[in-house]
């Protein structure tokens, strides 16, 4: 706790004595104490289990890479069979609540992106699927509640930045990818980890928030309704920042552009209530804390629809490919690309979404599903010699023993 403090008082300082000419790096690394990100990152330490063909021109490789707390995080990498080109751009994908690398919008961005030329990395948070002991999804174990809440909030934020983080550097080292393309896309609870993520990394180029993204003001959503450990306890340890929704963005227009796309009926971040008026407003004061508006981020709705993972749809992958320039896909290309209402695509492939999710149209008409037994990253006997490597349970036990070691 006494690191806590120290970092807090820290941050409130620098913030406090910014003036025109803020310290940037000095505020990203008060925020790293506050969170316990790790600096250096730990080794990548990378390791491949072999491939498969989810579809037709693609391949996925099932990889794992170190990350904080000596844990290792399991992976799917997507990019296009035989590609002749030297350097790709690459995508992050930080999955929602419950949401992991089997999830549909995880692995159908994986399949549509990678036949757009790009090498995308799909993973599970901590809890779920194979960082689960029993390799289940959509458990939530990072809701569970722990005590010390506050310090344990903020050590559970910490490690899901660091996987992202973690999942850049892999990229990064990787012979197909260039480093200076590398792009970060969030879902829901993946949009808040991608937000602190995009402010505090400066090796991402860009970031896209869907389903969320609206960092509001002390006692508003992130503040109160929405998850407490993960999101609740680290929004507000960063109120040293001020108006920490400014502050943040303007953190990341320093690294990069920056794109946040939402339903305008979106009940679980209610977006009816905070709106384009709200993001108008955010913009503006996120403008005044960066001193320009350069790469400040933009934002745009889907007309009446709800809560989900708008980057596999037509209009972000437009922005993406303004980006990070996809060598498959041109501009014209992609506005002539067919659509697939998502709920159909679901039913026809017995697959479980959300209303607000099945209401979507996402890009490409000829995306298969990928059956959950191919997206095992990790070899069953290796995976039952080294399971605590991986589990929520093994991370619990190093973080209550890291926090009281921190304790005055």
């Known amino acids: 706790m006494r690191s806590f403090r120290l970092a807090n008082v820290l941050l409130c300082a620098l913030v406090a004595s910014a003036g025109s ?60 069979a035989g590609a002749t080109i030297t350097k790709h751009p690459a995508l992050v994908i930080v999955n929602g609540h419950g949401g992991d690398k089997s999830s549909w919008y995880s692995y159908r961005s994986g399949i549509l992106y ?4 790009a090498v995308v990395l799909t993973y599970d948070p901590i809890g779920e699927f194979e960082r689960n002991s029993e390799r289940r999804s959509n458990t939530r174990q990072h809701d569970q509640t722990l005590e010390p809440q506050e310090e344990m909030g ?17 990229l990064a080292k990787r012979p197909d990818v260039d480093p200076k393309r590398i792009a970060v896309l969030g879902y829901s609870m993946g949009s808040f980890v991608s937000a602190l993520t995009c402010a505090l990394d400066t090796n991402i180029d860009a ?12 006692g508003e959503h992130w503040d109160t309704a929405s998850a407490k450990m993960c999101e609740q306890v680290p929004y507000r340890a960063l109120t040293p920042l001020g108006d920490r929704g400014a ?35 955010l913009r503006r004061r996120t403008v005044a804390q960066a001193g320009s508006a350069k790469d400040v981020f933009e934002f745009q709705f889907s007309a009446g629809t709800g809560h989900a993972p708008y980057f596999v749809t037509k209009p972000v992958a437009l922005w993406l490919e303004e980006k990070l320039k996809f060598p498959n896909w041109k501009r014209k290309q992609i506005e002539a ?14 697959i479980a979404v959300s209303a607000s999710e099945g209401a979507i149209l996402a890009l490409g008409a000829d995306v298969p599903a990928v059956s959950r037994a191919d997206l095992h990253a990790i070899p069953d006997a290796v995976w039952g010699a080294e399971q605590d490597s991986y589990i929520y349970e093994t991370w619990r036990e190093r973080a209550m023993t890291a926090a009281h070691s921190d304790a005055p």
Not at 247 to 261: D, N, Q, T
Not at 337 to 350: C, F, K, L, Q, Y
């Open 247 to 281: 502050m943040l963005y303007a953190l990341s227009a320093k690294r990069g552009p920056e794109l946040v796309f939402n339903g305008s009926s979106d009940a679980v971040v209610d977006t009816v209530h905070e709106g384009q008026s709200f993001f108008e407003d």
């Open 337 to 350: 690309m067919p659509e697939t209402r998502i709920g159909d695509w679901a039913n026809s492939n017995h």
């Open 154 to 170: 903020r050590r559970l934020s910490g490690l899901m930045v660091t996987d992202v983080m973690q999942a850049v550097a892999y």
């Open 21 to 80: 000419h803020p310290d940037w790096d000095g505020i990203r690394n008060q925020i790293d104490g506050i969170l316990h990100i790790p600096r250096p990152l730990p080794a990548l330490e990378m390791k491949n289990y072999g491939k498969f063909s989810p579809a037709p021109g693609v391949d996925a490789e099932r990889v794992s890479y170190a990350t904080a707390y000596e844990l290792r995080v399991p992976a799917i990498v997507y990019h296009a």
């Open 207 to 218: 970031c896209v928030l869907a389903g969320g993204g609206n960092l509001d003001e002390p």
């Open 114 to 117: 990678a036949r757009a030329g």
